[in-house]
């Protein structure tokens, strides 16, 4: 067999006791990513609430591009004119720096976008090329507040937040044009270079902007250089180096302070603090490149979060999301992945303090979740949409994990063994013990309960009765990652063998089995279903490469999970966002396309950190051990990387590694670079005979180890271990893994296949599909057959506080019914409509409507409208056709059963279902689809909040609390009142 890392730093445990950045060039430089058009996606933050994002070749995309600071969208873009005619980006030569944006147009003109670090501003430099005006897209301008020869101040129109911006010019500022979403400034004068600085406050003057510039960049750019250039990472492979040393560029970018300190879960709308996925991203994105500082407030930030309240369901969780406005717990799994990474933080740095600083919070999780979810397997329990599969449709959780998911097993497992660790360290024995005791008992109930009795696959969830759900989920590597959950050998390699084959491609891992009836290939794929339908439902999580990878090599499988990691390295590179990794792709390349789409977030973090948390920990083996003053080096180099080095904390200790591998042997080389007193190197290679060599032994500031390994043998003697290049002897141990356990490994076999036919999610639904040529047909000669006014400003409820939620978008002014010779039209009137643009081609969003029709039929009516409104009709306004209208519009029987539906499309947006500039909602319908109407009909209009629980299409009524929050309304008196903010009944 061959050892996992956990059993080869325990077996050590018992042994006594390409690319050349080593110069003093800018790696941030070197590493520039040339883009040609169509473009890519760039972004940049602030390091503190602000980021910038757009299109390197052409004008924003979408509503979430842009600059953004404090969650508060500023504009979309800008566009810059030259000598009075606008710069052509499509033209441009782009290249993108972790710190900057640099376009080069055909003639010689430049521009540079900067946003610098810590600060509200946003620099523009345009370099020969005469500026005459530039124009701000997506802005929302009230009115201007001063105004000086080379400087402008604005007041900005935020939905429920006012604001000011300032622009500030080396050239003097001619004229200014304010219009609905944008802003022209024109500029005088002839000059071949101009600055520029935007600022969210009064700004400053013209001739202190070039100063504050080049010190913004020179900041920026020098902060970046030093992170990387600490890592000192050199490999034979220059893309692999130039992609790591990116992704650490990246990730760090999502380092932030707004408020405190934390980690952006994604860009550009995760731009918020999450637990779950900051405590997976904390190794990545702060352990392996020493970032101690950082690790350490992020997680006293969060412990400081703890809920406790032990009256409150969450009492003991670490928060799941903490933003500027709310702090939300609804998650299992963050607190198991804060304990693990504190204890993990403990194990790089060596911090005591911050194990003592954060005990109380460690024991408190434990005994919370121990006495109040724990059940009489020792399983922690749950509902089902706690864990990272947590998306949430109109009828409830898309992917049922309740309530005991096999991941959130395994995090409970490691928590309990974690809290063992640091009760011991704080002599606390009660908790230690109890907490083993407790581990005992989950391990010696897991393989009963969780592995099928083929011993070929663990059971993503146990359901509340018992019974074992057999769906083939990622979540499983969790538990193989666990080695000491599942200890025979063989089973695991079983598990592996049977996730390969349904989960694995070779560009990434399906959320759920391709042979499951409910798997979705596609992420935005209407009209066949919502996007949240496909969320955790078959589509790949950029990040689930991350365990599966950890699984591969910890069985010497190296090989096959680096051709998961060069996916993900040529994305960084070439594909999407520049220098980043996205946070989703579809499963499957669509008819016609020979690669499979990116979506979701264009940069997430722990796509980033799982990437960069590969590359360290089990690529290079590096595992270190602060506390005991020890470095594991464990690696499993793919066979194309012939030669790697790199720099490596241990607490306040730093050394420098380098491997080497030929067809004649395998090297380790280890140099102090600052060591006080000396430090035990503790190093396994296996070798391509399958043999495993250890060695373990101290070194000073003043030696060097080097470690010698023959590609072939199999003699236990056949190492060499040196100091200073002299022959010395080591403590050592060696193994040689069967041969017949070859067979095994071959078995483990990426998935090589086609989109499988006959899908379930991706056939039509059985009703018509309404197109835009249907809803937005016109006709002369109509007549108006129902019409009525609505009381103004009459909802009864408070909005809620985020500022999309504008005032008046709940509020119906008029509604009208025309007849045509086939068709009904439907006319809205609100007294405001909002696009956040989310979803442009919708034309408006978070306004939700229900149009309860009672047509001349007269049999099959209800008074229920359902869709979390809440609401019930009184007896005479029962209906039999239901519209509702939100992300499209779907028309149902009182049945509930859908007869038809308009799911707009990205093309929609020249003619879309609502216009906020008429703040209507227009449409026409089959009158087939409807019944037969007249001017008696009785028709009831319902308004709400939309929530498509961020996956898109109709949605249903948002809830409504007693005190309103960011994203819910307050007001009701009673809990059980309804959802509804205003209604227009007609007849």
């Keep these: ?164 911006i300032t622009i500030s010019s080396e050239k003097k500022i001619n004229s200014f044009n304010i219009q609905p979403d944008k802003l022209k400034i024109t500029f005088s004068g002839e000059t071949d270079n101009t600055l520029i600085m935007l600022s969210l406050s009064r700004g400053e003057g013209s001739s202190a902007i070039r100063d504050s510039y080049e010190i913004a960049m020179n900041a920026k750019r020098g902060r970046i250089n030093s992170l990387l ?364 396309e020979t690669e499979i789409r990116l979506s979701g977030t264009f940069s997430q973090a722990w796509s980033l950190a799982e990437y960069i948390r590969n590359f360290y920990q089990d690529y290079l083996g590096v595992s270190p051990d602060a506390p005991n003053n020890v470095l594991y080096l464990i690696p499993y180099l793919p066979s194309s990387l012939k030669e790697i080095s790199f720099n490596q904390k241990v607490g306040a200790n730093k050394v420098r590694v380098r491997y080497k591998s030929d067809d004649k042997k395998f090297s380790v080389e280890v140099d102090p670079l600052s060591i006080k007193n000396s430090i035990d190197i503790a190093i396994s290679l296996i070798n391509k005979a399958g043999a495993n060599y250890l060695m373990r032994t101290a070194i000073t500031e003043q030696e060097k180890l080097s470690f010698e390994v023959p590609a072939y043998a199999t003699d236990s003697a056949a190492f060499r271990a040196m100091k200073n290049d002299k022959p010395v002897e080591v403590a050592s141990q060696f193994y040689l893994d069967p041969v017949s356990n070859k067979n095994l490994y071959d078995k483990i076999q990426i998935s090589r296949l086609d989109l499988p036919q006959g899908i379930k999610s991706i056939r039509p639904p059985d009703y018509p599909v309404l197109n835009l040529n249907d809803i937005k047909k016109t006709e002369k000669g109509t007549r108006v057959i129902i019409s009525a006014a609505d009381k103004p400003e009459d909802e009864k409820y408070e909005y809620p506080a985020n500022q999309n939620f504008a005032d008046g978008i709940l509020d119906i002014e008029r509604f009208e019914i025309s007849e045509g010779k086939e068709d009904y039209y439907f006319r809205i009137k609100m007294r405001n409509l909002n696009d956040p643009g989310w979803h442009p081609e919708y034309g408006f969003q978070l306004t939700l409507l229900a149009v309860c029709i009672a047509t001349d039929a007269t049999s099959g009516r209800t008074d229920i409208i359902g869709e979390n409104s809440g609401y019930q009709l009184s007896g005479k306004r029962k209906f039999d056709r239901k519209i509702m209208i939100g992300g499209g519009f779907e028309i149902k029987d009182a049945s509930g059963k859908i007869i038809a539906s308009y799911i707009p499309q990205p093309g929609d947006i020249r003619n879309p279902l609502g216009s906020t500039k008429e703040k209507t909602i227009s449409f026409a319908v089959p009158k087939k689809l409807i019944g037969k109407l007249s001017t008696g009909s009785v028709v009831t209009i319902l308004s709400g909040a939309q929530d498509d629980h961020g996956g898109a299409g109709i949605g249903e009524f948002r809830l409504v609390n007693k005190n309103r929050s960011e994203w819910n309304g307050g007001g009701k008196k009673t809990q059980d009142a309804d959802n509804i903010y205003d209604i227009l009944e007609i007849n």
């Design 229 to 592: 250039t600490e890592l000192g990472l050199e490999t034979d492979n220059p893309e692999l180096t130039k992609a790591v040393l990116w992704a650490v560029a990246s990730l760090d970018a999502l380092i932030t302070r707004q408020q405190v300190t934390g980690i952006f879960a994604g860009l550009p709308w995760f731009n918020n603090y999450w637990g779950r996925d900051t405590f997976i991203s904390i190794p990545g994105a702060t352990f392996v490149s020493g970032n101690f500082k950082d690790a350490r407030e992020i997680l006293l930030n969060f412990a400081s979060y703890q809920n406790t309240d032990p009256d409150s369901r969450y009492y003991g969780r670490i928060p799941n999301r903490i933003t500027l406005n709310e702090t939300i717990y609804n998650t299992v799994d963050g607190t198991p992945w804060f304990v693990i990474q504190a204890y993990n933080y403990y194990k790089y740095s060596g911090d005591l303090d911050f194990l003592r600083r954060i005990y109380p919070q460690v024991k408190l999780a434990f005994t919370s979740f121990a006495s109040l979810h724990t059940d009489g397997n020792g399983f922690l329990t749950h509902e089902d949409a706690e864990t990272w599969m947590d998306a949430v449709g109109p009828k409830g959780p898309w992917s049922l994990r309740g309530n005991r998911a096999v991941d959130i097993q395994a995090l409970w497992y490691r928590q309990l063994l974690s809290t063992v660790n640091i009760a011991d360290l704080m002599n606390d024995p009660l908790i230690s013990a109890q907490a083993a005791s407790l581990a005992v008992k989950l391990k010696e109930n897991f393989a009963k309960f969780f592995i099928n009795p083929a011993g070929t696959m663990i059971y993503d969830r146990l359901k509340k009765d018992g019974s074992p759900d057999p769906s083939i989920r990622p979540n499983l590597f969790f538990a193989l990652n666990e080695s000491s959950l599942i200890d025979d050998f063989r089973s695991r390699l079983n598990i592996i063998e049977t996730a390969m084959q349904n989960l694995v491609l070779p560009y990434g891992v399906l959320s759920l089995s391709h042979k499951d009836e409910n798997f979705h290939p596609f992420h935005e794929y209407p009209p066949y279903y919502p996007k949240d339908a496909a969320y955790h439902n078959g589509i790949i999580w950029q990040w689930n490469t991350g365990p599966v990878v950890q699984a591969l090599c910890s069985f010497g499988l190296q090989d096959t999970a680096w051709v998961l990691t060069s996916e993900i390295t040529k994305q960084l590179l070439t594909r999407g966002a520049a220098g980043t990794i996205a946070e989703l792709s579809e499963a499957f390349p669509r008819a016609g």
């Design 1 to 164: 067999m061959r050892f996992s890392k956990t059993a080869l730093v325990f077996m050590f445990m018992l042994v006594i006791g390409g690319c050349n950045f080593s110069d003093a060039k800018f790696i941030v430089d070197d590493i520039a990513i040339n883009v040609s058009a169509p473009g890519r996606i760039f972004s940049f933050t602030n390091k503190s609430a602000g980021q910038y994002s757009g299109q390197t070749h052409s004008r924003f995309k979408n509503g979430w591009e842009g600059w953004i600071s404090w969650e508060q969208k500023i504009f979309n873009d800008y566009a810059i004119s030259l000598d009075n005619s606008e710069s052509d980006r499509a033209s441009a030569k782009a290249t993108v720096y972790p710190y900057k944006l640099y376009r080069e147009y055909p003639g010689g003109a430049a521009e540079t976008l900067l946003l610098p670090d810590n600060k509200d501003d946003l620099y523009l430099e345009i370099q020969n090329g005469n500026l005459t005006s530039i124009e701000l897209l997506g802005i929302k301008v009230s009115s201007v507040l001063s105004k000086s020869d080379n400087r402008v101040t604005f007041s900005l129109a935020s939905p429920g937040k006012d604001s000011l």
